[in-house]
């Protein structure tokens, strides 16, 4: 069974710029994750999507969003990048139907973005 | 206080020894708990999950779940120089009025051989 994919895994954008970063979810699980990781502030969660609705958002600004598709594929996009934007964004996801069951969520391998 | 607590680290162990790492969460009524272990330059990896009180073992992992005293643990018996990474505590947490999971800043493990 073929894991959760991220694409692309590596990306150097401009500041101001925008990215678009996309992930594909284990087949069968419905819900996918996004989260942010850096150095300093570790693994911080962005936001999750089930079934293409977002039922969970952390606390990041306007310009991250994300959406998900009927197939369960989601895409994230960072707009008017900033240099603090630098970091790996873990995709996961979970078979979690709408009851939450604590199931377990599991890792892409990420996109490491550069802002420079 | 932040939801989920871990030391930061570096832990060095020596090759063998046990290895013990620990979190803490604030949350009363978190009921899932994960230890996700994390390769430099890498993705994390789930180790074990844990829902219950009391003791549950994989191999040379065991993970230690203590509802009362709100803090899970993972030990690493034999420990290999292959297990010197970040290791990562994830709770689920209701914040603001949602469910998410919430993850520690991760403890960072040294094998020494």
């Known amino acids: 069974k073929a894991g959760v994919t991220q694409t692309p895994r590596y990306l150097i954008k401009t500041r101001g710029q925008q990215v678009t970063l996309s992930c594909s979810p284990i087949?069968?699980?419905?819900?996918v994750s996004w989260y942010q990781q850096t150095p300093g502030q570790g693994l911080q969660f962005l936001f999750e999507y089930f079934s293409e609705t977002q039922r969970n958002k952390g606390n990041f600004p306007g310009r991250f969003s994300g959406r998900q598709f009927s197939n369960s594929r989601s895409e994230m996009n960072v707009s008017t990048l900033e240099l603090g934007d630098s970091a790996l964004y873990l995709c996961?996801?979970?078979?979690?139907?709408?009851?939450?069951?604590?199931?377990?969520?599991?890792f892409g391998e990420g996109s490491w973005l550069t802002v420079v | 206080q932040k939801e989920v607590e871990q030391n930061s680290g570096p832990l060095s162990v020596p090759e063998g020894a046990i290895a013990s790492l620990n979190c803490t969460y604030s949350d009363r009524v978190s009921q899932s708990f994960f230890w996700y272990r994390q390769y430099s330059g890498k993705s994390p990896e789930l180790i074990m999950s844990i829902y219950s009180n009391g003791d549950k073992e994989d191999g040379r992992f065991t993970a230690q779940l203590n509802k009362a005293s709100q803090y899970v643990s993972l030990l690493i018996r034999d420990s290999q120089p292959s297990d010197s990474a970040t290791y990562l505590c994830?709770?689920?947490?209701?914040?603001?009025?949602?469910?998410?999971?919430?993850f520690g800043q991760g403890t960072r493990l040294t094998i020494n051989p």
């Open positions: 996961a996801s979970s078979p979690r139907d709408r009851g939450y069951s604590g199931n377990t969520i599991y």
């Open positions: 994830a709770v689920n947490a209701r914040i603001q009025g949602a469910q998410k999971l919430v």
């Open positions: 087949s069968g699980h419905r819900s």
